[in-house]
């Protein structure tokens, strides 16, 4: 892809729209992590110990 072709100035055109270069900063990696947490939580709470620890079998 070229600078100054058609395709460039269209992808270019998308990236830099004011609401998605807005959007991208508001995305705050901790309340991804907080989500993930929340689901580790529940797993572990539900899940059996042995099914979580990935270094032993589950079925010995």
């Not at 959007?23 to 110990?49: C, G, M, W």
Request: net charge positive.
């Amino acid at each position: 892809m070229k600078r100054g072709s058609k395709v460039y100035d269209e992808l270019e055109k998308i990236v830099l729209e004011r609401s998605l270069v807005k959007d991208i900063k508001n995305i705050s990696p901790a309340i991804q992590t907080s989500v993930l947490e929340s689901f580790r939580r529940v797993l572990n709470h539900f899940s059996p110990y042995k099914c979580l620890n990935l270094n032993q079998p589950i079925y010995d």
